[in-house]
């Protein structure tokens, strides 16, 4: 049996006024929780959320593919821990018979405070187990939106947003080559910036350019015949 897998990365530097503090536990992947919003904006408080995508083929499954889009706003908060993570595995198959395993994960986050302790990780990792032409792609899109007062979305935020959503599933349910794949999901993940700097450029004292930033991470094996 071998098995191909490629290295994984951590986190990129975080915002401006989020202050890294010690390693977030591993043991909180796979449960995406949050504090609820109108606690957010009562007092601070730590808060933390954890998003994963696992994806599987194999001979018994050839295809198999799941995203998720989370936006989890925490208001004003002390401390925040945030993991957002996609897996993508394919097993057993051939040139012959291939498979094609997605996993992508956009997490949104936003949180409030002038000196706020984050911890925020981004992680993907795509592995071929015995599985030649096969097509594998994980892909970890983390955006943490850190402003000096609580930031809500309006309506025409969230509809923004929303749209972004349903196009990643459509995306995601496609049958594009993973290269193709990996740049249209690029490109969405540039809208979903976009979308945050407009909301932070309506936020009292925001600043797009320092508040908004993207942690990506996109793990790979186009395969294919």
Not at 167 to 173: E, F, V, W, Y
Request: hydrophobic share 40%.
């Amino acid at each position: 049996m071998s098995s191909h897998r490629k290295p994984r990365a951590t986190a990129s530097p975080l915002t401006r006024r989020a202050v890294r503090i010690g390693l977030f536990a591993a043991g909180l992947a796979g449960a995406a929780t949050a504090v609820p919003a109108q606690a957010a904006t009562a007092a601070t408080h730590a808060a933390f959320a954890s998003d994963h995508v696992f994806s599987h083929a194999d001979r018994g499954h050839h295809t198999q593919a799941r995203d998720s889009f989370t936006v989890r706003q925490f208001g004003t908060v002390n401390a925040a821990a945030v993991r957002n993570q996609a897996n993508a595995v394919s097993a057993g198959c051939s040139a012959d018979d291939h498979c094609r395993s997605v996993a992508l994960s956009f997490q949104i986050v936003t949180i409030a405070g002038e000196r706020t302790h984050l911890n925020a990780v981004n992680l993907s990792d795509a592995a071929n187990k015995e599985c030649t032409g096969c097509q594998t792609l994980a892909g970890a899109y983390q955006f943490v939106v850190s402003t000096p007062t609580a930031l809500r979305f309006d309506k025409a935020t969230q509809d923004k947003l929303a749209d972004i959503h349903r196009r990643l599933d459509a995306l995601t349910r496609s049958t594009l080559p993973a290269a193709d794949l990996r740049t249209k999901v690029d490109g969405l993940a540039g809208e979903v910036t976009s979308v945050l700097h407009d909301a932070v450029a309506n936020a009292p004292k925001g600043d797009p350019k320092n508040d908004v930033t993207l942690h990506r991470h996109l793990d790979g094996w186009p395969g294919g015949r």
